[in-house]
């Protein structure tokens, strides 16, 4: 686990502790030759005045263990098999080569130091029970993609408030950092759905898959250009960029989290998707997001 140096506090010299009165004028002699403040604590003022505070949390590029939290895309569901998840090819923990993990580039054994608790339709409001189940594996890295299905719902007006989902978040945060204070974190944002749109569409099979219902808010009749149409899809991009600024501003204020808006702007296309449901990411869509995750996750510096 990181571990964060403490400078050693200076040690109170006897000279700092004064007795009352008759020495007023030594003390204060005392007090230029040795630094000591007038409480007695033994601070000593540099030119700045300040003292010196403890030094700030390093982001390790080496994690040695991983656990990922989120939803259907962590769990790979039908990257392998139609309706069925396919943890072996998570971009965050999976054991394919071809996918080749965060799990696999980091850790040095990941069959025994990374974790999954990803599952299939997580919203935000899930993530705190995930939190309580990864905080018992103690892991150096904790990796968070979820929050599509809050969006992709049967409609518009099911869409999660953002000021929910926000507070959802910050809970699971708090939770976090009170079990792992040294615990870093990497968090994804939510893809690009109307990008999704704009690529499954193409593929005549993935739209009549989508007519079952998948994230009816945004792929419910996708041949339709109508201004309705398009107000409605522009609604949840924004819904989504809502979600993905309170997710970077709740991050921005841990020194031991990082907000990843590369995987919003990645432009993927129909070859990164899944050719069972033309929504979810692939294989080929899960190497994709774990070479994104690692170039955030090995970045040097804060």
């Known amino acids: 686990m990181t571990q ?24 204060a002699l005392l007090l230029a030759l040795t630094g000591c403040s007038a409480d007695g604590s033994g601070a000593h003022s540099g030119a700045s005045g300040k003292r010196h505070g403890r030094h700030a949390p390093v982001w390790r590029t080496d994690p040695g263990s991983i656990a990922a939290l989120g939803d259907s895309i962590t769990a790979g569901f039908d990257a392998c098999t139609v309706l069925a998840d396919c943890p072996r090819v998570s971009w965050a923990t999976g054991t394919d080569p071809a996918v080749d993990s965060l799990a696999r580039r980091l850790v040095d054994r990941p069959a025994t130091h990374s974790w999954n608790f ?26 968070v993609l979820i929050g599509a299905n809050d969006a992709c719902r049967v409609n518009e007006a099911a869409m999660t408030p953002e000021f929910r989902f926000r507070d959802d978040f910050e809970r699971s945060m708090r939770q976090l950092r009170r079990a792992l204070p040294h615990t870093q974190v990497y968090v994804a944002a ?45 609604g949840v ?52 997001l774990a070479a994104l995750a690692y170039r955030v996750v090995t970045r040097p510096g804060r």
């Open 4 to 27: 964060i140096n403490r400078p050693l506090r200076p040690r109170r010299h006897s000279l700092c502790r004064f007795p009352s009165r008759t020495v007023a004028a030594a003390s």
């Open 237 to 288: 991009q924004q819904r989504v960029k809502a979600y993905n600024s309170a997710m970077a501003q709740v991050c921005g204020k841990d020194p031991l989290c990082r907000f990843d808006p590369s995987v919003f702007d990645y432009r993927f296309t129909g070859r990164q998707l899944s050719t069972w449901d033309w929504f979810h990411p692939g294989a080929r869509g899960q190497k994709e």
């Open 118 to 143: 990803a599952r299939t339709g997580a919203l935000m409001s899930d993530l705190p029970e995930q939190v309580a189940s990864a905080v018992r594996r103690k892991p150096e890295l904790v990796t």
């Open 190 to 234: 939510v893809p690009d759905l109307l990008r999704l749109w704009s690529e499954g569409r193409k593929n005549p099979l993935g739209k009549q898959v989508w007519k079952l219902g998948l994230c009816g808010s945004m792929l419910r009749d996708p041949d339709d250009l109508t201004k309705a149409a398009q107000d409605r899809r522009a």
